[in-house]
Structures are given as structure tokens and as C-alpha cells.
């Protein structure tokens, strides 16, 4: 026995780190998806929620699923819709539902139905299925109780009805296990995860066949608070198929939560589901634990899924899961694991001796290059949490641990180290600082014809250069989101000059962006060097610090950030835009001559009208910047915001 046990726990230690960077793959995808969303929204004055058309939802979404390693994904966006928005619900699904079904069916391939087909089925106000005294089912009926309403807006794949209706607008709430799930992820604002028993549609499956989905529910949160959720139903089998691990063979795989969750008619509620995996395919053998029980002290366990809330702060029914894979070996495992080669292990035992012996002969080599790797990996480690964090921020880090700090690795998931597990909060709030957004206008269209390699190479080559302007005029790159790059200067050392060295950094950017993308047309396509940089610039405090929890990150808050995205979304291509405050800071820094006011004002969400300045982009040699001719592009103000 001491054989198997020795070779399954190096398997099933391989399986388990597979299966845990799978779950954390697909939760991180979903998280950037949501996080895309609310970004979109809050670049668009015109738009507010519930009233959310995400275009293109089933191209991106079919990426995210390959992205993932899922083959029969079902991803759906669902707006949270209050009482006072429902009238208004008829009028925009009527306006938006043509153009969600036809990107919907140009994408999937539906050539045998048109988005006028589809307008016929569609229903012009929220709905749930109407019944009789009878229980007759008579059609759809307007949404009458009180409270919100949590439509079926966009899914992935487009589902069209043989019979009946489409379910834009259906009130999804009428399903129980997603009127249960919502609560949780309402309170705890963090992705939850049930388990859903529902016929099984796939092309292999027998009339009757029921599977198993893990359905996530991924929230969409804007100033704190649910605005809609993201809804990904995983088949486990589907998981469990691609984990191409060498030599899996025979396993059993036993999900377990720590909740006991479910649904319906279809499923009782449980927490254990058990699998019969392999390298490439994997079989359902119940809702139960399936392992032969004199296996029990072989067993390999792993947590594939902890979102870290304190359950004690929740109300009573409410239940976090989190879940575990428990790997046990069969007996035909077991039989593929023996052997009968005696003069093998001859062999290998004499081997064994020789190759010690090396080792004893080697010793003070191998010490000293292990201790060199060591010191190298200390030191690519310390480069990354440099790159994710400032220099003074990653020093407080490094004194809190040695302080006696829980967090026990900077980068640890699943942030250990968070204020709420009894660390103080890092976070500051800096009063002169400058932050800049920096947008690549065209990007979402020119990146919709491209190769993934291809839209990295892009942006790894633009983002590279813009990191070496930001290292030479000392700004902070804060993160990028898409295609936008966010920087920050004054922050965390004091610079009396941050709104000058945003300014150059700016000019640098753009600049360099004209160049690159010329460079690129060769390898990239002609259209490349169409794409330009749209840049929006605002100074002002912000408060700024270490966000720990899911993957620890250095970020700024405040109405500062808020406004320079707003310069962003309404300044226009291969243009600077620049607030007032900052216009003042440069007059003040005698650099007059680096701004001409805008012609006219713009209207900014949240703010009204506002008085802005354009930065001249090209500058004459010279020691005065502000008595320097300048190269001003001439700018169609009537057309300028026409191309996002």
C-alpha cells in the first residue's frame, strides 16, 4: 500500500493545483467581464442603469469561455430593475433588442432566423408566465408585485424558442435557485456559487440524462452597490474534462460544499457531488460521496473555492460556500499502479546509491546553486511586487509582515492579510496629485478583427513605451483597464511640479503612439495606424492605498479619478484635454503657453458644464515652454466626440 499511496499523492497533488488554477481562472475572467461592464457605463453619460446594452455581449462572452477551457458554457447579464425603472423597460428592450439579436445571430450563426423574427416573439414589458385558475398556462403576464425585478437580458448562447416567447425581459427571480442566490451575493458583493441538476442537452446525452451545472453568480457593482449580475452555468463534467493531467486515470473526484445547496424539482439539496475522472473525460456517479471507503487514508484534498467572507456578519440563512475537491484512488488505479519487476527496483536501488554518492562527492556545488536560485527568485519576487506597488507603499508591506502581520505572501489570493483579518488599513489621502486617463480611440473595432497575439503585441509594445515616458518624468502607472492607461504623479512622494510632469508624460504618449502604430502597419494591418490616443488629465486629492483581499493591488479613489475620466471620455482623438485645476497649476508654474482653452464648454455627468483647456501637443525647442511656437492640430469641435 505504501507504493499507492506514495504515487497517488503525487498525483493527486498535480490534479488538485490544476483544478484550483482552473477555478481561479474562470472567477477572474468573470471578474474582469463585470469590472469591463461598469466601466463602459460610467464612460457613458447617456447611459444609466438598468438601461444597459452590452454590445457585442456574445462575442465576448464565447472569448471568455474559450478563454476558460469551456465547451458548453451559458453566460447571461442580467440588470437589477427597481420599481421606478419598469416603465421604462418596455420602451428600451423595443429599441435595444434589435441589435442585441442581430450581433447575437451574425455571431452564433443563426441563418435561418432574422432579429425581425425575433422582435415578433419579444415581449415589450417584464414579465413572468401567466396562469388560470386553473393553473392553464395563458401567456405572458405583466409583472405586478412589489419589489425588483431581475429580467433575463442578454444570454450567451442566444436561445430561441421553438414555441412560446424570447426570454428578454422574463423575471428570472421566478427561478428559485437564482431568487436564493442573489441575497448572498447582494450582501457579500462577491461572486457565489450553487449547484444546478438540469436536462442534459449535449449532443451525446439520452432523452432523460440529467448533468450537473455549477452556476456563479459574478456581481456588477457601481458606488457600492448591486446594479446587475453576470450568471455563468459551468457543467462539473465540462470542468473536470480538460484537466490533462499525464497518467490521470480512475479517480474519483468528490465536490463537497460547505453549504447545502440546490435546486427544485430537478435536484435535492446536497453538498457532495461525485465524479469518475480521467486525463480527458470525466462520468457523473451521483449526489453522494462515491469513493470506496478503504481509500479514506488516501485521500488528497484541496479548497478550489474560498471567498474569504466572515459568515458571522451575515443574517441567519445566509450561507457562503465554499467548496472542496476530494481525490481518492480505485481499485483499477490501484491494479495499473503494481508491478511485478523485482530486478527493476534492482536496478533503480543501485541507481539510487551511485546517484547518492554523486550528490555527497557535489554537496558544497549544489548548496551554493541552490542558495543563488534562491536569491534570484527572492529577487524576481521583489521586482514584482515593486512593479504592482510604489517603493513606499512596498516598504510598509515588508514592515507589517515583519511586524507580525498574518499576510504571509503579498500576492496570496486570497489576502490574508486584509484589514479585516486584523492588519491596520494602508492607506493614505494625497492633496496635490495629477491623474491621467489615456484611451485608445478605435481600439474595441480594430481589436474585433484581430488575433489575440496580435491585439497584445499591440498593446504590449504601446504600454511598454508609455511605462518608460512614466519612469523619466517620475509618474506612477497606476494599472490599465482594457485599453486605457491610468498614471498618477505626486503620489506617494510629494512633487510640487505633478501637474508639469503629467502634462509632458501626456504629450510623450501621444507622440510615441503616432509613431508606434505607423511601425506596426507592417505586422498589425493598415488600418493600425488609425488608431490614436484620446487623453483626459485632472489634479486634485485622492485617496490612495493597498486594497487587500482577492489578489492585493495599489489603487486611487476619489472624485479626482472620476473627473479625469471624464476629460478622457469627452476629449477627443490625438488631443489632451486638461481641466481647469490643472490649467491653473500650469499658468501658475509659468506654462501659459502649453494650454488654449477649449471653444466651448462641455457638459460632464455629475459635474455640468465645465470649462476646459486643450494641451498643445508639439512644442518648439526652447527654454521657455510658454513663449514656444506650437504645432496645434485644427479641431472640428461639432465632430470631435463622434469617434469612441
Keep these: 500500500m505504501a507504493s499507492l499511496e506514495t504515487q497517488f499523492a503525487s498525483l493527486g497533488s498535480e490534479v488538485s493545483s490544476v483544478a484550483r488554477n482552473k477555478a481561479d481562472h474562470i472567477y477572474s475572467a468573470l471578474e474582469a467581464f463585470s469590472t469591463f461592464i461598469s466601466s463602459e457605463v460610467a464612460a457613458d453619460p447617456n447611459t444609466r442603469w438598468p438601461f444597459v446594452l452590452v454590445r457585442d455581449f456574445s462575442m465576448k462572452a464565447e472569448k471568455i469561455a474559450e478563454l476558460v477551457g469551456l465547451t458548453n458554457p451559458q453566460v447571461l447579464f442580467m440588470p437589477i430593475v427597481q420599481e421606478e425603472d419598469r416603465e421604462g423597460w418596455g420602451s428600451f428592450i423595443m429599441e435595444s433588442a434589435p441589435v442585441y439579436y442581430q450581433e447575437s445571430l451574425e455571431n452564433e450563426g443563426h441563418a435561418s432566423f432574422s432579429a425581425e423574427d425575433l422582435m415578433n416573439i419579444t415581449v415589450p414589458f417584464l414579465y413572468e408566465n401567466g396562469f388560470d385558475e386553473n393553473w392553464t398556462y395563458t401567456g405572458p403576464a405583466e409583472i405586478q408585485r412589489p419589489g425588483v425585478v431581475l429580467p433575463s437580458w442578454e ?3 442566444l436561445s430561441i424558442p421553438v414555441e412560446g416567447f424570447m426570454l428578454s425581459g422574463f423575471d428570472m427571480l421566478a427561478f428559485v435557485e437564482i431568487a436564493n442566490q442573489l441575497p448572498t451575493t447582494n450582501l457579500t458583493l462577491r461572486a457565489s456559487t450553487t449547484f444546478v441538476q438540469l436536462p442534459d442537452f449535449r449532443p451525446e446525452a439520452k432523452f432523460g440524462d440529467l448533468i450537473v451545472d455549477s452556476q456563479i453568480m459574478q ?3 457601481e458606488n457600492g452597490k448591486l446594479v446587475a ?3 455563468l452555468k459551468m457543467p462539473w463534467i465540462d470542468y473536470f474534462q480538460k484537466l490533462n493531467v ?3 486515470t480512475d479517480t474519483i473526484a468528490v465536490i463537497r460544499s460547505s453549504c447545502n445547496i440546490g435546486i427544485g424539482s430537478y435536484f435535492n439539496k446536497t453538498n457532495e457531488l461525485s465524479y469518475l475522472i480521467n486525463s480527458t473525460s470525466a462520468d457523473f456517479l451521483g449526489q453522494l460521496d462515491a469513493h470506496d471507503p478503504k481509500y479514506d487514508d488516501l485521500v488528497v484534498s484541496r479548497v478550489i473555492l474560498d471567498v474569504d467572507v466572515d459568515e458571522s456578519d451575515l443574517p441567519e440563512g445566509i450561507c457562503v460556500p465554499t467548496l472542496t475537491l476530494d481525490l481518492y484512488p480505485t481499485q483499477e488505479l490501484e491494479a495499473s499502479f503494481q508491478t511485478s519487476k523485482p530486478k527493476l527496483y534492482t536496478v533503480v536501488v543501485v541507481a539510487i546509491f551511485f546517484f547518492t554518492s554523486l550528490v555527497f562527492v557535489l554537496y558544497d556545488y549544489f548548496v551554493g546553486r541552490r542558495q543563488r536560485k534562491f536569491m534570484a527568485r527572492i529577487k524576481r519576487q521583489d521586482q514584482i511586487v515593486s512593479n504592482v506597488f510604489p517603493a513606499a507603499i512596498r516598504d510598509r508591506l515588508y514592515d507589517d509582515e515583519q511586524k507580525g502581520s498574518k499576510q504571509d505572501n503579498l500576492l496570496d489570493p486570497l489576502g490574508a492579510g486584509a484589514a479585516g483579518a486584523g492588519g491596520a488599513p494602508l492607506a493614505d489621502l494625497f492633496l496635490e496629485t495629477t491623474v491621467v486617463f489615456a484611451d485608445i480611440a478605435g481600439f474595441t473595432a480594430w481589436s474585433s478583427a484581430r488575433e489575440p497575439a496580435q491585439v497584445f503585441v499591440l498593446l504590449e509594445t504601446i504600454y511598454g513605451a508609455f511605462d518608460k515616458h512614466a519612469y523619466r518624468h ?3 502607472k ?6 486605457c492607461y491610468v498614471a498618477v504623479a505626486g503620489l506617494p512622494e510629494p512633487d510640487k511640479d505633478h501637474a508639469m510632469s503629467v502634462c509632458r508624460f501626456a504629450r510623450d504618449c501621444v507622440k510615441t503612439m503616432k509613431d508606434t502604430t505607423l511601425k506596426l502597419e507592417v505586422s498589425l ?17 485622492v485617496t490612495a492605498g493597498v486594497l487587500r483581499g482577492e489578489r492585493s493591488r495599489f489603487q486611487l479613489f476619489g472624485d479626482t479619478m472620476n473627473t479625469a475620466a471624464r476629460m478622457e471620455s469627452s476629449s477627443a482623438r490625438n488631443h489632451i484635454q486638461v481641466s481647469q485645476v490643472t490649467a491653473d497649476l500650469l499658468v501658475a508654474s509659468g506654462l501659459s503657453g502649453w494650454i488654449a482653452p477649449r471653444k466651448c464648454k462641455i457638459f460632464v455627468k455629475g459635474k455640468g ?3 476646459t483647456y486643450w494641451l498643445k501637443t508639439k512644442a518648439a525647442k526652447g527654454l521657455n515652454p510658454s513663449k514656444s511656437k506650437v504645432d496645434m492640430p485644427v479641431l472640428d469641435e461639432t465632430a470631435e466626440l463622434s469617434d469612441n
Design 155 to 157: 444570454k450567451y448562447p
Design 219 to 221: 456581481p456588477i457593482i
Design 229 to 231: 449580475v453576470i450568471i
Design 246 to 248: 499525464d497518467g490521470l
Design 474 to 476: 517620475n509618474v506612477f
Design 478 to 483: 497606476v494599472e490599465t483597464v482594457g485599453d
Design 525 to 541: 494591418g493598415p488600418d493600425t495606424s488609425e488608431l490614436e490616443l484620446r487623453v483626459g488629465v485632472h489634479s486634485g486629492q
Design 609 to 611: 458644464e465645465m470649462q
